[in-house]
């Protein structure tokens, strides 16, 4: 568990520092994943205690998220103002995403079974 | 402070030590989300008894209830909210198991799960610029389709507001999760990694394990979507920001 935590946070710290150093708009994290995934495709996967700390970090995902979440008290008043805009920006966009990918992807698998 | 409910003079003092400590704030986080848990476990996963959801409405009640400020809440929550940076790159390992699955079907999946996040997050975010909506707001909508911890730090590096973020990602989440099977049917979308790629891209863990309750390969491929979207939005939406002048 150490030694897992300590390879998640590694990635994580060199993602950021690359984040930083070079003014990158993606989050260090998302350059650690990026690393990670590398490193795992060129050792061939993960040894057990990364991939049992990994999994049981993940398990727990949607109880990270919660304290950030809760800062929601901190916007009442912007999301109040806003709150027409927001729910039709929300329900809009997420109907033309599920219609897109998914129309798209079928027909890319369709084509592929009649080639 | 000023308490609903007022407390003697003891209670007060030890109140208000508790304030200046973590350890409130964290005990409040983990009771709240044992509680919320068991609360999803009897309504059997309903889409709005999402634990996330549910103890986000709690605590953020007792917050106000209580007139404590997020800043000593979240002295002590903060202990939670570092793991989510591990937590993205633990990502990895799951999207190594898909693997195989993404190579053999890289460039249709690429495709179809780029243009659906583009789509996605510039109509969110033109439509709410139009509806008059404040550029924190506007920045703070266009990477609501990806997880929560990748989503809040686009958001930041963009000068979004991460918590809006949040809300708007649960938001996204949970009008995923309750109408991607009625527009996979509209849209005859049939096959289940279609299904679970467009689930997982749009409306990313929510809607995936809902998509898992019905089918395993549909749950992979939410799975698979969720890590490659991830990527995908960090660097669509910085993009996508600058070419729409927001």
Same mark, same amino acid.
């Given at each position: 568990?150490?030694?897992?935590?300590?390879?998640?946070?590694?990635?994580?710290?060199?993602?950021?520092?690359?984040?930083?150093?070079?003014?990158?708009?993606?989050?260090?994290?998302?350059?650690?994943? %990026?690393?990670?995934?590398?490193?795992?495709?060129? =050792? *061939?996967?993960?040894?057990?205690?990364?991939?049992?700390?990994?999994?049981?970090?993940?398990?727990?995902?949607?109880?990270?998220?919660?304290?950030? *979440?809760?800062?929601?008290? =901190?916007?009442?008043?912007?999301?109040?103002?806003?709150?027409?805009?927001?729910?039709?920006?929300?329900? %809009?966009?997420?109907?033309?995403?599920?219609?897109?990918?998914?129309?798209?992807?079928?027909?890319?698998?369709?084509?592929?079974?009649?080639? | 402070?000023?308490?609903?409910?007022?407390?003697?003079?003891?209670?007060?003092?030890?109140?208000?030590?508790?304030?200046?400590?973590?350890?409130?704030?964290?005990?409040?986080?983990?009771?709240?989300?044992?509680?919320?848990?068991?609360?999803?476990?009897?309504?059997?996963?309903?889409?709005?008894?999402?634990?996330?959801?549910?103890?986000?409405?709690?605590?953020?009640?007792?917050?106000?209830?209580?007139?404590?400020?997020?800043? !000593?809440?979240?002295?002590?929550?903060?202990?939670?909210?570092?793991?989510?940076?591990?937590?993205?790159?633990? /990502?990895?390992?799951?999207?190594?198991?898909?693997?195989?699955?993404?190579?053999?079907?890289?460039?249709?999946?690429?495709?179809?799960?780029?243009?659906?996040?583009?789509?996605?997050?510039?109509?969110?975010?033109?439509?709410?610029?139009?509806?008059?909506?404040?550029?924190?707001?506007?920045?703070?909508?266009?990477?609501?389709?990806?997880?929560?911890?990748?989503?809040?730090?686009?958001?930041?590096?963009?000068? #979004?507001?991460?918590?809006?973020?949040?809300?708007?990602?649960?938001?996204?989440?949970?009008?995923?999760?309750?109408?991607?099977?009625?527009?996979?049917?509209?849209?005859?979308?049939?096959?289940?990694?279609?299904?679970?790629?467009?689930?997982? !891209?749009?409306?990313?863990?929510?809607?995936?394990?809902?998509?898992?309750?019905?089918?395993?390969?549909?749950?992979?491929?939410? #799975? /698979?979507?969720?890590?490659?979207?991830?990527?995908?939005?960090?660097?669509?939406?910085?993009?996508?920001?600058?070419?729409?002048?927001?």
């Amino acid at each position: 568990m150490p030694r897992a935590l300590t390879i998640l946070l590694l990635c994580q710290l060199a993602g950021t520092i690359l984040q930083q150093g070079t003014g990158l708009p993606i989050p260090g994290p998302v350059l650690g994943l %990026v690393m990670l995934l590398g490193y795992l495709l060129k =050792t *061939g996967g993960p040894a057990p205690h990364l991939r049992d700390t990994a999994q049981g970090l993940l398990k727990y995902l949607g109880l990270l998220f919660v304290p950030a *979440g809760v800062g929601v008290v =901190t916007e009442l008043q912007e999301l109040r103002q806003n709150i027409i805009a927001i729910s039709v920006a929300i329900f %809009v966009s997420t109907l033309l995403g599920l219609m897109v990918t998914g129309v798209l992807m079928s027909w890319f698998l369709r084509k592929q079974t009649n080639a | 402070m000023h308490n609903l409910i007022p407390l003697p003079l003891p209670l007060f003092h030890v109140w208000a030590y508790l304030e200046t400590q973590p350890l409130l704030g964290l005990s409040a986080t983990l009771c709240v989300w044992e509680a919320a848990v068991f609360i999803d476990e009897w309504a059997r996963h309903k889409a709005f008894t999402n634990p996330t959801v549910l103890s986000i409405l709690i605590l953020a009640t007792l917050l106000l209830a209580t007139g404590t400020s997020y800043k !000593t809440y979240f002295n002590g929550a903060v202990y939670i909210h570092f793991l989510l940076g591990p937590a993205t790159v633990a /990502l990895a390992v799951p999207m190594y198991a898909n693997w195989a699955a993404i190579r053999k079907n890289f460039i249709a999946i690429f495709v179809s799960l780029s243009a659906g996040s583009i789509v996605a997050a510039s109509s969110a975010m033109l439509i709410a610029h139009a509806m008059g909506a404040p550029r924190t707001v506007v920045v703070s909508l266009g990477p609501k389709s990806v997880t929560t911890p990748i989503a809040m730090g686009i958001s930041q590096n963009l000068g #979004g507001q991460p918590s809006l973020t949040a809300v708007f990602v649960m938001m996204t989440g949970m009008f995923g999760t309750l109408v991607c099977t009625g527009v996979f049917r509209l849209a005859r979308v049939k096959d289940w990694r279609a299904q679970g790629l467009a689930a997982g !891209t749009a409306a990313h863990g929510l809607a995936t394990s809902r998509m898992l309750l019905l089918n395993q390969t549909a749950g992979a491929f939410g #799975g /698979l979507a969720i890590g490659l979207n991830g990527i995908v939005t960090s660097v669509v939406v910085p993009v996508l920001v600058s070419v729409f002048g927001l």
